[in-house]
């Protein structure tokens, strides 16, 4: 891979990352909230939501781990400052990381911050504020996704759906070849 093929898919990652925050308006818009009318609309909402506010849900996530620290400040402060480690080394980094003339790769920026995530956890002792926060993550996660109205403009289907309703250039009927 050549230094400027590995500049531009840092970019893209960042760019698409970037451009995946979803407005908080819209995130947390009351008038977007209302009960799923059956199933199948239940898991349309579950999954478009899922995919349209993935980015937003991460952070929020992080946020409720970082709630769950509140009695532990020193801890909190340093996995503050190892989020903010990662959005620099993964999402905000427009160009490839150099340490000593080496370019470091994306794939290894990513295995070295887990490995030290999973050591600062695993030093704190706090398995537990993360397992209590990724429940109660995975609980508002859940019923953010089921109670927001998704944009129509986008379906898991694709064109699949979207062409069953319309009429064609007879009015729905059979044409003439």
Same mark, same amino acid.
């Given at each position: 891979?050549?230094?400027?093929?590995?500049?531009?898919?840092?970019?893209?990652?960042?760019?698409?990352?970037?451009?995946?925050?979803?407005?908080?308006?819209?995130?947390?818009?009351?008038?977007?909230?209302?009960?799923?009318?059956?199933?199948?609309?239940?898991?349309?909402?579950?999954?478009?939501?899922? &995919?349209?506010?993935? #980015?937003?849900? %991460?952070? @929020?996530?992080? /946020?409720? +781990?970082?709630?769950?620290?509140?009695?532990?400040? $020193?801890?909190?402060?340093?996995?503050?400052?190892?989020?903010?480690?990662?959005? &620099?080394?993964?999402? #905000?980094?427009? %160009?490839? @990381?150099?340490? /000593?003339? +080496?370019?470091?790769?994306?794939?290894?920026?990513? $295995?070295?911050?887990?490995?030290?995530?999973?050591?600062?956890?695993?030093?704190?002792?706090?398995?537990?504020?993360?397992?209590?926060?990724?429940?109660?993550?995975?609980?508002?996660?859940?019923?953010?996704?089921?109670?927001?109205?998704?944009?129509?403009?986008?379906?898991?289907?694709?064109?699949?759906?979207?062409?069953?309703?319309?009429?064609?250039?007879?009015?729905?009927?059979?044409?003439?070849?």
């Amino acid at each position: 891979m050549t230094p400027s093929s590995t500049a531009e898919s840092t970019t893209t990652a960042a760019a698409e990352i970037r451009h995946s925050i979803r407005p908080w308006s819209s995130f947390l818009s009351l008038s977007s909230f209302s009960l799923p009318l059956s199933l199948p609309d239940l898991s349309l909402r579950f999954n478009n939501n899922l &995919y349209t506010f993935r #980015a937003n849900y %991460t952070i @929020l996530s992080l /946020l409720i +781990f970082i709630l769950t620290l509140i009695f532990r400040p $020193i801890t909190a402060i340093i996995f503050l400052i190892l989020i903010a480690t990662w959005i &620099y080394l993964l999402v #905000a980094r427009d %160009t490839p @990381l150099v340490v /000593l003339d +080496f370019e470091i790769g994306d794939r290894m920026v990513l $295995i070295a911050l887990s490995v030290i995530t999973i050591v600062s956890v695993a030093v704190a002792g706090v398995w537990w504020n993360l397992f209590v926060s990724i429940l109660i993550s995975v609980l508002v996660i859940s019923l953010h996704a089921i109670l927001m109205t998704p944009d129509d403009s986008e379906s898991p289907y694709g064109a699949l759906l979207n062409v069953v309703d319309e009429d064609g250039p007879s009015g729905g009927g059979y044409m003439q070849v």
